[in-house]
């Protein structure tokens, strides 16, 4: 049994439910870890899938509820199965003797205590790759502080600079305050990246943005938050794989592709303010050209 989950406070909605007695709240997460599958995943950034491939585990269900998540039968469906902790670190290791170059743990916030219990388990059988912790930024300090040396790398979203479009998009409050509170304690922890001689990360912090179709303001606000509250040497990753889907269709700002002449202005942009360490996603010619190639 998990204290925290006897009154979870685990992310910024503190629901305060009791999740060791079948109470559910905002994330629809119980007291039991749920998983939709784990892989071996090769398009993520260059410097954490490497030629290897990023040893990814997806957990269900997630603390937001953006209308427009690609992975959105996972994260607001809640596809998956309930496994036990201990079947949690035993997954860590079979990825491990995959080769993959880390476990990369994506919406992992509603289960960041049985996480990081899985974690020791895993490590006192053998487990030495760097932990990956994706997330949506949607973090609660306190909870991140508790992580402290079970996470390696931290690869959070910046979603929003303006928490009205949040609330419009992804059904939560004040976003861009607890966000950029939570990215900053996360350098604290892990600092800025460091990089093995074959370009794979192997600690730090990459900021993940996606933009928005008619939302380059929003954008442009974030990439400025980065670039003048953050250590220069932490990366940045822009992504262009935006394509509608899940509710976004239905949405008369959202329920397109990006244009070249937004991307361009992003690009633009990012030279002007002189960011200068992380990768840009090159632009689909094609709705289905969504998976990530990356630039910078």
């Known amino acids: 049994m998990i204290e925290q989950l006897n009154k979870c406070e685990i992310c910024p909605h503190k629901c ?22 784990y892989s071996t995943h090769d ?3 260059p410097c954490i899938s490497g030629k290897k491939g990023s040893g990814t585990v997806f957990f269900s269900n997630c603390n937001m509820n953006c209308i427009f998540c690609q992975n959105y039968e996972i994260s ?28 990369n743990l994506v919406t992992p916030t509603s289960y960041a205590y049985q996480i990081r219990e899985a974690i020791k ?27 402290a040396g079970f996470i390696d790398i931290y690869l959070p979203d910046l979603k929003y600079a303006d928490n009205e479009l949040c609330k ?20 604290r922890q892990v600092g800025t990246p460091k990089f093995e001689r074959n ?20 954008s442009k606000k974030v990439l400025l938050w980065i670039k003048k509250d953050l250590p220069n040497e932490v990366y940045v990753s822009i992504m262009a794989q935006y394509f509608p889907t899940y509710k976004a269709k239905e949405d008369e700002i959202i329920n397109r592709k990006l244009t070249k002449g937004e991307w361009q202005e992003i690009e633009d942009y990012v030279q ?14 094609h709705e289905e050209e969504y998976v990530p190639k990356w630039d910078f």
């Open 168 to 187: 419009k998009y992804s059904k939560v409050e004040n976003y861009f305050e607890i966000a950029t509170e939570a990215i900053k304690e996360m350098t």
């Open 272 to 285: 002007e303010i002189g960011i200068e360490n992380g990768f840009i996603q090159e632009l689909g010619e």
């Open 16 to 37: 305060g439910i009791n999740r060791n007695n079948n109470q559910i709240g905002r994330c629809k997460s119980k007291d039991t870890v749920k998983i939709a599958l």
């Open 43 to 45: 398009f993520e950034e």
């Open 121 to 147: 388990i895993a490590r006192e059988k053998g487990l030495r790759l760097p932990i990956v912790y994706n997330t949506n930024g949607y973090e609660n300090v306190e909870t991140l502080k508790d992580l």
């Open 76 to 103: 607001q469906l809640g596809k998956g199965k309930e496994i036990k902790i201990e079947e949690l670190a035993e997954i860590f290791l079979k990825q491990q003797e995959k080769g993959v170059e880390n476990i």
């Open 199 to 218: 370009g794979i990360i192997r600690k730090g912090v990459i900021v993940r943005h996606l933009v928005l179709p008619g939302y380059i303001e929003n």
